[in-house]
């Protein structure tokens, strides 16, 4: 057994406690591909990972990106880094190491989770153009997702698959422009992901 399997077992222990005062109901997963694959999703709250990863079937191996102060918390931080598939990553400086590593799971056939927005925000805000990035580097299709922001107890917080897309399909090398552009309309896919929930 892998430490991603172990800790996914064991936290889908605690988590189906949680699942219990906070049911969560989930469309569209059936669109997650096998393969690499960068899921961008929208972030509320601190435990939009375990969401997130939880309602993807076990097989799907998935990276995640998370700030460098998590490995800082009491307990949580040392499980996560023993872990070895959450990548911290230094914000407001250029993190070489960080990208490295999210590139090196995309190519090996991995999925990379990653929040576009960089911080949590209670509405969508702009994303920042690392996960466009990312995927266009590695021709990785990009999943967006949409999780609900209600966090009452025992109301339903909704998950929400979009299908999977190629951020860039230019028969050219892709610049800095480009990857703003693929933002853009990825932030736009998971807003439209949280519309559909309204209707």
Same mark, same amino acid.
């Given at each position: 057994?892998?430490?991603?399997?172990?800790?996914?077992?064991?936290?889908?222990?605690?988590?189906?406690?949680?699942?219990?005062?906070?049911?969560?109901?989930?469309?569209?997963?059936e669109?997650?591909?096998?393969?690499?694959?960068?899921?961008?999703?929208?972030?509320?709250?601190?435990?939009?990972?375990?969401?997130?990863v939880?309602?993807?079937?076990?097989r799907?191996?998935?990276?995640?990106?998370?700030?460098?102060?998590?490995?800082?918390w009491?307990?949580v931080?040392? @499980? =996560?880094?023993?872990? $070895?598939?959450?990548?911290?990553?230094?914000? !407001?400086?250029?993190?070489v +190491? &960080?990208?490295?590593? #999210?590139?090196?799971?995309l190519?090996?056939?991995e999925? @990379? =989770?990653?929040?576009? $927005?960089?911080?949590?925000?209670?509405e969508? !805000?702009?994303?920042?153009? +690392? &996960?466009?990035m990312? #995927?266009?580097?590695?021709?990785?299709?990009?999943?967006?997702?949409h999780?609900?922001?209600?966090?009452?107890?025992?109301?339903?917080i909704?998950?929400?698959?979009?299908?999977?897309?190629?951020?860039?399909?230019?028969?050219?090398?892709?610049?800095?422009?480009?990857?703003?552009?693929?933002?853009?309309?990825?932030?736009?896919?998971?807003?439209?992901l949280?519309?559909?929930?309204k209707a």
């Amino acid at each position: 057994m892998t430490k991603f399997e172990f800790l996914y077992s064991a936290s889908k222990l605690v988590f189906n406690v949680v699942s219990f005062l906070k049911p969560k109901r989930i469309y569209g997963v059936e669109n997650v591909p096998e393969g690499p694959a960068v899921i961008c999703a929208n972030h509320v709250h601190f435990s939009d990972p375990f969401y997130i990863v939880h309602a993807i079937p076990r097989r799907h191996k998935i990276w995640i990106m998370s700030k460098e102060e998590v490995s800082r918390w009491p307990v949580v931080g040392p @499980l =996560l880094k023993w872990s $070895e598939f959450i990548i911290f990553v230094k914000r !407001g400086k250029s993190d070489v +190491g &960080a990208v490295k590593n #999210a590139l090196k799971a995309l190519k090996g056939g991995e999925k @990379l =989770l990653i929040f576009p $927005e960089g911080t949590r925000h209670d509405e969508i !805000g702009e994303g920042k153009t +690392g &996960a466009a990035m990312m #995927a266009i580097r590695t021709g990785s299709p990009v999943l967006p997702v949409h999780i609900s922001p209600q966090r009452k107890l025992f109301h339903p917080i909704e998950i929400r698959f979009g299908e999977p897309y190629m951020p860039f399909t230019e028969d050219r090398k892709a610049n800095a422009e480009d990857y703003q552009i693929a933002t853009d309309a990825l932030m736009e896919k998971i807003k439209a992901l949280g519309q559909e929930g309204k209707a």
